[in-house]
């Protein structure tokens, strides 16, 4: 499974760790974070090294915890975004988003070659009995991948802990 996400390296961490220390030095000058969270206390950003700060991760507007779990991740181009929603193992419902604003685009169906991807790697993961799963195209290769934006790789269950999410070519 590990070979379906599309960054090829990453790390979990707490705000408080990344804004002291910084991500490792080999995920390069700018890279993408994200909260470890179904409840999304931020959305996932890209940042440059020098500018991770309490206030860029938005410390203090929806969470006050330093040590809100998030994940880095080197950034990675994408070209498409899906979001779709699984229950007991199975693909219920799905849309493209655009890849700038995070704006529902198209609802996709079964017949969609993304949602075919998610429905493949839906009963392998089921961290919940509902859960959302993020899909990409990154402008890297032709296939698709797991993550949201950038590369976060994460899938969020509706409740509980997300479970690292997955992306490759299908």
């Known amino acids: 499974m590990r070979d379906d996400l599309v960054a090829d390296d990453f790390r979990f961490t707490t705000v408080a760790e990344v804004v ?9 000058d700018r890279v993408f974070v994200r909260p470890d969270s179904p409840l999304k206390p931020f959305s996932g950003r890209v940042l ?5 700060t309490f206030s860029a991760l ?9 040590n809100l779990a ?14 779709f929603v699984v229950a007991s193992g199975r693909v219920v419902a799905g ?32 961290p919940e009995p509902v859960f959302v799963l993020d899909v990409v195209k990154p402008l890297r290769d032709c296939g698709f991948s797991r993550s949201t934006r950038s590369a976060a790789p994460i899938s969020m269950p509706v409740t509980g802990r997300p479970s690292l999410r997955r992306s490759k070519p299908w």
């Open 20 to 28: 002291a220390h910084g991500p490792p030095a080999a995920f390069g």
């Open 48 to 52: 440059e090294r020098g500018c991770i």
């Open 58 to 66: 938005d410390h203090g507007f929806y969470y006050d915890d330093e």
């Open 70 to 83: 998030i994940v880095v991740t080197p950034v990675v181009d994408v070209g498409r975004e899906w979001r």
């Open 95 to 126: 849309s493209e988003y655009a890849a700038v604003g995070r704006v529902a685009v198209t609802p996709v169906g079964p017949r969609s070659p993304a949602w075919a991807y998610a429905q493949r790697l839906a009963p392998a993961l089921e």
